[in-house]
């Protein structure tokens, strides 16, 4: 028994070791990795549930790490925001996903919005704002192009330089939504102060949307009666897309329209959903 117990033992420091090795070694490469172009974005598209119209689209960030491979943000996000890295990193984010939603633009696609999210972290930099006017200027990017996509979380409502941010990106005319919408902990106060335009209401919901069914129906009512736009995301089925245009999502995103694109064929995707539309 003893033995069991040792050996039992080694094997959970083991693991412990290679978890703390592998955010370690997570935390070294983030480093270098943007000088050495190893980000890309991809894109999924937001639909307008009435009209099947592709509105906009959300940056999904993606690390191709030579000795990693290909690592998904849930990976890397929360060690880059404990390190500080999130703060170049998002910056990076930022002015890529103003480049090439300029490019669409110039491709004829004038009215795509991008939605990009960013960390708390960022909004409580004093100059994040700042830094945002300087991408949009770099870029020449409209700020109406731009909405941010800030997760809820109890840390936001503390923070005045959150408020300060988010306020000064208002002015920019950058859109601002609240993230997986019913898992956190903001409360409607909050959502009313922090001068949100959306909310997104969190795939958990719409994946169980039989035993969600109130709930959604409930956040989709508060939306309304707050003049916010609600977004609907993972959405996988057509049952969930019926039910959630029925009830009144005003945006939809998820698989049953795509998975996320490298920007090329995300580009080829755009063009040949509106000739679809136009047959
Ligand atoms: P999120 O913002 O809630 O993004 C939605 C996630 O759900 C994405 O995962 C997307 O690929 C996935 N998804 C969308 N539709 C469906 C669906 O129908 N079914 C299923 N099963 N999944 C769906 P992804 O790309 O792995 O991103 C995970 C999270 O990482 C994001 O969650 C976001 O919180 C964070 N993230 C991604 N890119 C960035 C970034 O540039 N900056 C920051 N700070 N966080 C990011
Ligand atoms: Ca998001
Ligand atoms: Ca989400
Ligand atoms: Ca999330």
């Given amino acids: 028994?003893?033995?069991?117990?040792?050996?039992?033992?080694?094997?959970?420091?083991?693991?412990?070791?290679?978890?703390?090795?592998?955010?370690?070694?997570?935390?070294?490469?983030?480093?270098?990795?943007?000088?050495?172009?190893?980000?890309?974005?991809?894109?999924?598209?937001?639909?307008?549930?009435?009209?099947?119209?592709?509105?906009?689209a959300e940056a999904l960030i993606r690390w191709h790490q030579p000795k990693l491979g290909f690592l998904p943000p849930d990976q890397f996000i929360s060690i880059a925001e404990k390190s500080g890295h999130i703060h170049q990193l998002g910056k990076w984010v930022l002015k890529q996903a103003c480049i090439q939603t300029k490019k669409l633009h110039q491709q004829g696609f004038s009215k795509q919005y991008v939605a990009v999210n960013v960390s708390v972290k960022q909004l409580e930099n004093e100059y994040f704002a700042e830094s945002v006017c300087g991408i949009l200027n770099?870029?020449?990017?409209?700020?109406?192009?731009?909405?941010?996509?800030?997760?809820?979380?109890?840390?936001?409502?503390?923070?005045?330089?959150?408020?300060?941010?988010?306020?000064?990106?208002?002015?920019?005319?950058?859109?601002?939504?609240?993230?997986?919408?019913?898992?956190g902990f903001s409360s409607l106060a909050k959502l009313h102060e922090l001068q949100m335009n959306q909310l997104k209401i969190d795939k958990s919901f719409?994946?169980?949307?039989?035993?969600?069914?109130?709930i959604v129906l409930a956040i989709l009512s508060m939306g309304k009666n707050l003049q916010l736009r609600v977004v609907s995301e993972g959405i996988e089925t057509k049952e969930q897309l019926e039910f959630?245009?029925?009830?009144?999502?005003?945006?939809?995103?998820?698989?049953?329209?795509?998975?996320?694109?490298?920007?090329?064929?995300?580009?080829?995707?755009?063009?040949?959903?509106?000739?679809?539309?136009?047959?």
């Fill in 1 to 56: 028994a003893k033995q069991y117990v040792g050996s039992h033992y080694i094997f959970y420091t083991d693991m412990m070791k290679d978890s703390v090795k592998r955010e370690f070694k997570i935390r070294n490469y983030l480093h270098s990795a943007i000088e050495n172009d190893e980000f890309e974005l991809w894109y999924q598209p937001i639909v307008e549930l009435s009209t099947l119209k592709i509105v906009g």
């Fill in 138 to 183: 770099e870029t020449e990017c409209k700020g109406e192009l731009l909405m941010i996509e800030v997760t809820e979380e109890t840390s936001i409502s503390d923070s005045q330089k959150v408020q300060m941010n988010l306020g000064k990106l208002a002015k920019l005319g950058i859109k601002c939504s609240i993230d997986d919408f019913g898992t």
């Fill in 244 to 279: 959630l245009a029925r009830a009144g999502s005003d945006f939809g995103q998820g698989y049953y329209f795509t998975k996320p694109l490298p920007f090329e064929a995300y580009q080829v995707f755009l063009s040949e959903w509106q000739s679809n539309k136009e047959r």
């Fill in 206 to 214: 719409i994946w169980d949307i039989e035993k969600s069914e109130k």
